[in-house]
C-alpha cells in the first residue's frame, strides 16, 4: 500500500527525489539506489514496476549530468578516452539486455530478494571500495580487455535489475581496472551509463510492466525534477561531509532498505 495520499504524491515524490539525489550528488551518484527501495516501500509500486520507473528517472538524471560535468571534464577530453568506453560498453551493453530480460521473468518475491542481496552488495561498495584510488592497471593487453567486458557485463546485469545507472560500480572499475583519475572516472560512468540504460531500457519497454511509465509520468517527471536538483545540490556540497562519515552512514542507510524491501510483499 502507498504511505502517501493521492494528492500529496506529487511533493512528496519532488522532495523525496531530492533527497535522494542530494545523498548521490555527495558521493558524485545519481541516486537510484536510494530511490528504488523508496519507489517500493513507500509509494508502493511493485518490483517490476519500481525498477522500470527508476530506470526512466536514472536516465532522465544521467542525462542531464553529463552536460552539467562538462565545465570539469570537457567532452574532448571523455571522447579521448573511448578505447576503456568501448571495452566497457562490450560487456556492458549485453549484460543490460540479460539482465533486463531476468528481471522480466522473475516472479516478484524473487526479484524482491535479489534487489535486497544488490543493495547489500552496493553497501559494500560504498563503505569499502568507493574511494578507491588509482594505482595503475591491474591488467594489460588482452587480458585487460577481456577483464573490461566481464566487468562491464556485470555492471550491466545489476544496473538493469535495479533500474540505476551503476556508477557506484563502474567509477571503482574505472579506476581500479583502468587507473583513470577519480574525476574523470566519473564522467566516463556517465558515458557509460546512458547507453547501456537505454538497452535495457528498450528491453523493458516489451513487457506489460512497461505501461508504469503512461500511468504515472507525471510522477515521474517530478521525481526526476527533485533528483536532478538534489544531485545539482549535492554536487556542490561535495565534500562538505567528510567521506570517513557520510559513507558509511549511506552503507547502514541501503542496508536498512534492503531489510526493508526482503520484507515486502
Same mark, same amino acid.
Given at each position: 500500500m502507498p504511505l502517501f495520499a493521492n494528492r500529496d504524491r506529487e511533493s512528496v515524490a519532488f522532495g523525496t527525489g531530492?533527497?535522494? /539525489? !542530494?545523498? /548521490?550528488g555527495l558521493i558524485g551518484? /545519481?541516486?537510484a539506489e536510494f530511490r528504488l527501495p523508496v519507489l517500493i516501500s513507500y509509494f508502493g509500486f511493485k518490483g517490476l514496476e519500481a525498477v522500470i520507473l527508476n530506470k526512466a528517472t536514472s536516465l532522465i538524471?544521467?542525462?542531464?549530468?553529463? &552536460?552539467?560535468?562538462?565545465?570539469?571534464?570537457p567532452?574532448?577530453?571523455?571522447?579521448?578516452?573511448? &578505447?576503456?568506453?568501448?571495452?566497457?560498453?562490450a560487456g556492458s551493453l549485453v549484460g543490460a539486455w540479460v539482465g533486463a530480460?531476468?528481471?522480466?521473468?522473475?516472479?516478484?518475491?524473487t526479484l524482491y530478494r535479489i534487489i535486497a542481496a544488490l543493495l547489500v552488495v552496493i553497501a559494500g561498495v560504498l563503505a569499502f571500495a568507493h574511494d578507491a584510488v588509482a594505482t595503475g592497471t591491474l591488467f594489460t593487453g588482452a587480458a585487460l580487455v577481456?577483464? /573490461?567486458?566481464?566487468?562491464?557485463?556485470a555492471i550491466g546485469v545489476v544496473a538493469s535489475l535495479l533500474g540505476v545507472a551503476g556508477g557506484e560500480f563502474l567509477i571503482p572499475t574505472l579506476v581500479l581496472l583502468f587507473g583513470t583519475d577519480m574525476k574523470l572516472a566519473g564522467s566516463l560512468s556517465l558515458a557509460i551509463s546512458l547507453p547501456t540504460m537505454l538497452a535495457g531500457f528498450t528491453r523493458y519497454s516489451q513487457d506489460q510492466n512497461f505501461s508504469v511509465i503512461r500511468r504515472n509520468w507525471v510522477f515521474l517527471l517530478i521525481m526526476?525534477?527533485?533528483?536532478?536538483?538534489? !544531485?545539482?545540490?549535492?554536487g556542490k556540497l561535495l565534500g562538505i561531509v567528510p567521506n570517513g562519515v557520510l559513507? &558509511?552512514?549511506l552503507a547502514i542507510l541501503l542496508l536498512l532498505s534492503a531489510v526493508k524491501v526482503w520484507r515486502h510483499r
Open positions: 531530492a533527497a535522494i /539525489g !542530494t545523498l /548521490g551518484l /545519481g541516486g538524471v544521467v542525462a542531464t549530468a553529463l &552536460p552539467f560535468r562538462a565545465s570539469t571534464i567532452f574532448a577530453q571523455i571522447g579521448a578516452e573511448w &578505447p576503456i568506453i568501448m571495452n566497457l560498453l530480460s531476468w528481471a522480466t521473468a522473475l516472479k516478484s518475491e577481456i577483464a /573490461g567486458v566481464v566487468a562491464g557485463f526526476a525534477a527533485g533528483s536532478i536538483l538534489g !544531485t545539482f545540490i549535492g559513507l &558509511p552512514l
